[in-house]
Each structure stands twice: as C-alpha cells, then as structure tokens.
C-alpha cells in the first residue's frame, strides 16, 4: 500500500517498493484498471479517498456519484489536491488528473459530469485508498 507520511520516494526503485505491481502501473506509468474492477467502483461508505502513492487526501465521499463508465466518479476534488494537465496519448485529447503531491497518475476528468459542477472525475480505484469516516 501506499505512504502515510511525507516523504515521497525519490527513485522509481524506491516507488517500486513500496507500491504493487498494479498500483506502480497504475500511478507511475499511467495506466489503466479493466473497467468495472476496481474496488471503490460500489463502495457507499462515508469517508474519504486518499491517493495510494502518498495518501493525500483527494475525494470526498459524498462527491461520489455512479456515472454508469465502469470507475469510480466524483463530481468534485479540492483544486489544491489534484493537477490537471493535458493528455494526447492514445490519439485522443483527454485531461488528465494527477495527485499534486505526488505526481501519481488517477484517470481523467471529464464535462459530462452531474450539477453543480458538471465535472466527472473518472478515477482508478487501484490509485485509491479509502478512510472510513470516523
């Protein structure tokens, strides 16, 4: 699992170690899980989700919606916790999210999202840890 504290690994060995296989593909390499696997996609609980590389906070649970894509949704994310930077891999033109701390890939976000924001934050779950409110 990912880091609790601040001091971010300053290799990709040391990210390596200390993050799986899927997570490092994920969050390092910019990957992508197969949709409808992750395992925040139906999770209710309130609470939130913190990034798996360093655990930033990112997602509130109640931003959380079910947008029917296959990956966990949310229709807002703190503007301090996430970057947003231009994505043309693939042939398409995509923006992607990253965590601002860490630099650690999430998904994409899109404008086809519900009110108030209009935004839909289509996030890989492997790239998610999730705290129960307390």
Request: proline share 4%.
């Amino acid at each position: 699992m990912g880091q609790s504290d601040t001091e971010l690994p300053d290799s990709d060995a040391e990210w390596r170690e200390i993050l799986s296989e899927e997570e490092y593909r994920v969050l390092r390499e910019q990957g992508t899980e197969p949709r409808f696997s992750g395992e925040h996609l139906d999770r209710k609980e309130d609470g939130a989700y913190v990034c798996a590389g360093c655990g930033t906070e990112l997602f509130d649970s109640e931003t959380k919606y079910e947008s029917g894509c296959g990956w966990p949704s949310f229709y807002d994310a703190d503007d301090a916790k996430v970057e947003l930077r231009p994505d043309h891999s693939h042939g398409m033109e995509r923006t992607e999210v990253v965590c601002a701390n860490c630099g650690g890939h999430l998904g994409h976000v899109f404008d086809d999202g519900p009110d108030p924001t209009g935004k839909r934050y289509c996030i890989n779950s492997v790239a998610l840890d999730f705290e129960d409110e307390e």
